[in-house]
C-alpha cells in the first residue's frame, strides 16, 4: 500500500490542555512533512465505540494510504494491546478495546496484527509512559507508517479476532429495525448506529424513541422551527433532530438510548 503522508485524528482529549498538540509535534519531529487532520477530540470520554463509529464511516473521505489514529484509551497503561488493521486500502492504529471492531466488520479481508515490543523497539520507540501513549507509542509509529518507513506486516503478529465494540450493531429485518443512540452533534441532533441499508427497503419507515415517533423525512426544512423529525444524515445514519433546536435537550436523550425503525405498511 502507497502511503499517502496523511494522519488523522480521533481522540476523547478534548481541547483543554496540551495533549493533541504534542502529539501533532511527535508526528511533525519524526515526519516534518506529515499531513495531520482531526477528525474529533470530542469523542465521549471513555467510550470507545463512539469513536470507532466515526472512523468507520469518515475515514473513506481520506485519499487512500491514509494512516489512522484513534486514541480513546481507559486501559492505557495495562496489558491491553495495540492494534493495526489495513482495511480498503488505509491503516488504522487503536487499542484493543473494540474500537475498530465495527470496522473490521464492515471490511471483508481486512488483515490485523497485534504491534509488539519488538517493532516498536526497531523503531526506537521505548519507554513509553504509562498514562499518553497516544504521545509516547500510536504518533511516532504513525509517523513511521505514513513516511512509508515501516511496513505493516511488520508490526508484529497478525491477529484473527479483535475485542468486541462494546456496543451491538444494529439489528432487525424488512419491518423493524433496533439500534441506538450513538452520539450528538454539536446541533444537539441524535445520531443513531441504524445505517440508511435497513430503512430503504421499507415501504414506510417511521422512527421511534422516548414514546414518541416520527415519520422519516428528506432534510431539517421539511419541518417548522422547533419541530420533530427523523432523516438519513449525511454519513448514511438515521438521525432524530430538531429544526433550528436540540433534539436532545427537548427529548433528554443521550449516548446509549434505544431507538427502532419500523415499516408501518407492514403493521397488522
Request: with cysteine; glycine share 10%.
Amino acid at each position: 500500500m502507497q502511503a499517502s503522508g496523511v494522519i488523522t485524528l480521533t481522540t476523547d482529549f478534548g481541547h483543554k490542555g496540551p495533549f493533541v498538540g504534542v502529539m501533532k509535534g511527535r508526528i511533525y519531529s519524526r515526519m516534518a512533512g506529515a499531513r495531520i487532520v482531526d477528525i474529533t477530540h470530542e469523542i465521549l470520554v471513555h467510550w470507545p465505540a463512539e469513536a470507532g463509529f466515526w472512523l468507520a464511516r469518515a475515514y473513506r473521505y481520506f485519499p487512500p494510504g491514509t494512516v489512522h489514529v484513534a486514541v480513546v484509551d481507559p486501559g492505557v497503561g495495562t496489558s491491553r494491546d495495540i492494534v493495526a488493521v489495513q482495511a480498503g486500502g488505509h491503516l488504522f492504529l487503536a487499542p484493543d478495546n473494540g474500537l475498530l471492531a465495527p470496522l473490521v466488520g464492515r471490511n471483508d479481508g481486512a488483515r490485523i496484527v497485534r504491534v509488539d515490543a519488538q517493532a516498536l523497539a526497531r523503531l526506537s520507540i521505548t519507554r513509553p509512559s504509562a498514562t499518553f501513549h497516544g504521545r509516547d507509542i500510536f504518533a511516532p509509529l504513525a509517523a513511521e507508517l505514513a513516511a512509508g518507513r515501516c511496513a505493516f506486516a511488520d508490526l508484529g503478529p497478525p491477529l484473527e479476532t479483535l475485542v468486541p465494540s462494546w456496543v451491538e450493531e444494529a439489528s432487525g429485518d424488512d419491518s423493524a429495525v433496533h439500534g441506538v443512540v450513538i452520539t450528538l452533534d454539536h446541533f444537539g441532533n441524535l445520531i443513531t448506529n441504524i445505517d440508511a441499508h435497513w430503512v430503504v427497503r421499507m415501504g414506510s419507515p417511521r422512527v421511534y424513541a422516548a414514546n414518541h415517533a416520527w415519520p422519516l423525512l428528506r432534510t431539517y426544512g421539511d419541518v417548522k422551527p422547533g419541530e420533530y423529525l427523523a432523516l438519513v444524515n449525511s454519513f448514511g445514519v438515521v438521525e432524530i433532530a430538531r429544526a433550528e433546536q436540540s433534539a436532545a435537550d427537548g427529548l433528554g436523550l443521550s449516548r446509549g438510548a434505544p431507538v427502532v425503525v419500523r415499516d408501518t405498511a407492514r403493521l397488522p
